[in-house]
């Protein structure tokens, strides 16, 4: 069964940083992308940034240059270093991932399917 769990959400003064962390578990990781999407009251699911298997890594243009996604293929964990926040970052944060599965409802972000879903984390950006 995939997990992708989450952790390190919470409220943050603008300007300021935040790390993410997501185990993933249940599948071979490092054969997929995994990424992260955010969800803002009112608002559409939108793809933040992903990192897939050969190492590429995209970024929505809103956080390129603030938002850096790494991963750790030994210990199936995946990381966003969020810095610069704006009040306007503020959304549930989804971690994501490509997975086996190759039917079923998906988001699409930077050139690949996302069927498997974390719980969310809350991030609050304060002005």
């Known amino acids: 069964e995939v997990q992708l769990v989450e952790s390190g959400g919470g409220l943050v003064q603008a300007g300021g940083p935040l790390r993410f962390s997501c185990a993933a578990s249940g599948f071979a990781f490092d054969r997929y992308a995994i990424g992260w999407f955010r969800q803002a009251p009112g608002k559409e699911r939108e793809g933040v940034s992903s990192?897939?298997?050969?190492?590429?890594?995209f970024y929505a243009a809103s956080v390129t240059g603030r938002f850096t996604i790494s991963s750790d293929t030994t210990n199936n964990m995946v990381y966003l270093q969020m810095n610069g926040l704006k009040p306007e970052d503020t959304a549930v944060y989804f971690c994501?991932?490509?997975?086996?599965?190759?039917?079923?409802?998906?988001?699409?972000?930077?050139?690949?399917?996302?069927?498997?879903w974390g719980q969310g984390t809350q991030v609050t950006v304060a002005s």
């Open positions: 994501a991932s490509e997975g086996p599965l190759t039917y079923g409802s998906a988001w699409y972000f930077g050139g690949r399917l996302f069927r498997y």
């Open positions: 990192i897939r298997s050969d190492g590429r890594t």
